[in-house]
């Protein structure tokens, strides 16, 4: 079926249209600022805690969605939303949110735009996201293990080194969360030795372990697979209908600040209308609701919810996944 595209303004009027995409400029130093925020507090909470496993403990799942903020960060920059001007968008972008996480701007643009042009064909990139869901609960844990575990991050990460310096062939992991480009991974070990180096200067290098590495090694593969699941899987996309191709989900406050930082889970109006910076799809989402232009998209209300919907088919005597 030929896809219809999606006409805004047949649903707002010019003003509200012009107050959903209002050029983006102090708020994207804001959001990058508030990130880098979260991060040292929790660092802070562990120094003065002299170190306490539990603070370490509840530190890692904010630290590491904080982590995949930034790769949301990156996002809003891939589509121009972080500032106005281009220059400064991609400084935000690319050295304040992607680097340090090992993603890279530069590379994720054009796959996420074709990701947008294609979502949910054959020719989507991130089709392999979605497409083998559901899954039975037992290969969820399986994943959810891995994840817990370090051995996702290992796994993505050795890709990742081998592909920037001794295999060019390779080129990305599945889904995008870790670039192999020779520039995105030299990137990333330099913010990485800045951050390591300026945590040492201040007499508390320990705090990359504890507060960084260690939350990006385990909560934050976890995060990004909740997030991947919750955009796509198992939604039943029509191409004439933007807002069915990909998936809402209301978060509470726990949510938010563990699984789905800045706004990421208005994921149906950010395909509709990719071009609202993040912070204003909650009112976008509130708008079409009060017009009625929902009833074709899949809304959740967290992400137990979701991922029952995913896990619906019993395991195989002997599967692994």
């Not at 209002?22 to 805690?49: D, E, I, K, N, R």
């Not at 890279?104 to 990139?125: A, I």
């Not at 998936?247 to 889970?265: G, K, M």
Request: glycine share 6%.
């Amino acid at each position: 079926m030929q896809r219809t595209p999606f006409r805004p303004r047949n649903v707002f009027t010019a003003d509200e249209w012009a107050r959903l995409t209002a050029p983006v400029t102090w708020q994207g130093f804001a959001l990058v600022a508030h990130a880098w925020a979260v991060v040292a507090a929790v660092m802070l909470a562990v120094v003065l805690s002299g170190y306490h496993p539990l603070v370490i403990l509840l530190g890692i799942p904010i630290v590491g969605a904080r982590q995949l903020g930034f790769g949301i960060l990156m996002h809003e920059a891939a589509h121009g939303m972080l500032h106005r001007n281009k220059r400064w968008n991609d400084v935000l972008g690319q050295w304040l949110s992607a680097a340090p996480t090992g993603s890279d701007l530069n590379w994720y643009r054009p796959y996420h735009l074709s990701h947008h042009r294609h979502v949910q064909t054959e020719d989507d990139p991130d089709l392999p996201l979605s497409a083998p869901f559901p899954v039975s609960k037992q290969s969820l844990r399986r994943k959810i293990i891995r994840d817990l575990t370090g051995q996702t991050f290992f796994k993505q990460r050795a890709f990742a080194f081998l592909g920037a310096y001794f295999r060019r062939d390779m080129v990305t992991t599945p889904g995008a969360e870790v670039i192999a480009s020779q520039s995105g991974m030299n990137r990333f070990l330099l913010t990485n030795a800045v951050l390591l180096g300026a945590l040492i200067a201040l007499g508390h290098g320990w705090l990359y372990l504890w507060c960084w590495l260690l939350p990006l090694a385990t909560w934050n593969p976890l995060a990004t697979r909740i997030r991947n699941i919750a955009e796509h899987a198992c939604v039943e996309s029509d191409h004439g209908e933007p807002l069915s191709q990909a998936r809402t989900t209301h978060t509470n406050f726990l949510e938010r600040i563990t699984l789905a930082p800045y706004w990421v889970a208005y994921h149906a109006e950010h395909h509709a209308m990719m071009y609202v910076p993040c912070f204003r799809l909650p009112l976008a989402h509130r708008m079409l609701a009060a017009k009625g232009a929902l009833g074709r998209t899949d809304l959740q209300p967290g992400y137990l919810s979701v991922l029952r919907k995913v896990t619906t088919l019993p395991a195989p005597n002997g599967a692994a996944a």
